[in-house]
């Protein structure tokens, strides 16, 4: 079974707060969410593996750690996913970029994927799929599904704000995928958002609404 890990710093819970307030407006939004989104990514790439390399300071030369691998690739789920990415580019300025469009089929109500890019390297790399919301689950589910059928194999989920039933989902359909989170909410309601939340993420990071 995969994992979930909730932040637990008061700086993400401060800001994230600040992000809940209706009153916020979408300039204040999108940079608190590119600043919390750097701060998550601390612990999203905790366990990354490292080298020794030997390094020549200006006092003597030693032997010091250095990321093993460099290949790492950031999903967006569009488009609200965009808002969580810049903050990770700061944090890690060498990955590369892959996106992902989906929406639901109105008919059979399974997602289709309308557009997707990624790296040509991307089923070697780490990949870090992005998206402030996990509500239902469908759309992350499918996301990390459509990326398992390009040969993706060592995936992880970082959203800003989950709800115990997309939690479940993506835990059924991808027991391999750890999640991130920095607020595990109550519940959905009765039109899918989450319960306390903020709202609808898209729209208030590109202030649609």
């Known amino acids: 079974m995969s994992e979930?890990?909730?932040?637990?710093?008061?700086?993400?819970?401060h800001k994230l707060s600040?992000?809940?307030?209706?009153?916020?407006?979408?300039?204040?939004?999108?940079?608190?969410?590119?600043?919390?989104?750097?701060?998550?990514?601390?612990?999203?790439?905790?366990?990354?593996p490292t080298k020794k390399v030997t390094v020549q300071t200006p006092i003597t030369t030693g032997e010091f750690d250095m990321l093993a691998e460099e290949n790492i690739t950031i999903v967006p789920i569009l488009r609200a996913g965009l808002?969580?990415?810049?903050?990770?580019?700061?944090l890690v300025p060498f990955a590369?970029?892959?996106?992902?469009?989906?929406f639901r089929d109105?008919?059979?109500?399974?997602?289709?994927?309308?557009?997707?890019?990624?790296?040509?390297?991307?089923?070697?790399?780490?990949?870090?799929?992005?998206?402030?919301?996990?509500?239902t689950?469908?759309?992350?589910?499918?996301?990390?599904?459509?990326?398992?059928?390009r040969g993706c194999n060592n995936i992880r989920l970082m959203c800003l704000i989950a709800a115990p039933e997309g939690v479940a989902v993506v835990q059924n359909d991808h027991p391999d995928v750890d999640i991130y989170v920095a607020q595990l909410d109550e519940s959905l309601?009765?039109?899918?958002?989450?319960?306390?939340?903020?709202?609808?993420?898209?729209?208030r990071i590109f202030g649609t609404k």
């Open 83 to 90: 808002g969580m990415t810049t903050g990770l580019q700061k």
């Open 4 to 13: 979930l890990h909730v932040m637990d710093h008061p700086l993400v819970r």
């Open 106 to 135: 109105p008919e059979t109500l399974e997602p289709i994927e309308y557009y997707c890019k990624m790296p040509d390297d991307v089923a070697a790399s780490t990949v870090i799929i992005v998206d402030p919301m996990l509500a």
């Open 96 to 102: 590369k970029v892959g996106h992902i469009g989906l």
């Open 18 to 48: 600040i992000m809940r307030d209706k009153e916020t407006g979408s300039k204040d939004f999108r940079e608190l969410l590119e600043e919390v989104s750097m701060l998550m990514g601390y612990e999203v790439t905790r366990n990354l």
């Open 137 to 149: 689950g469908g759309s992350s589910s499918a996301a990390i599904g459509f990326l398992k059928k």
């Open 189 to 203: 309601n009765e039109h899918a958002y989450i319960v306390p939340g903020l709202g609808d993420a898209g729209d």
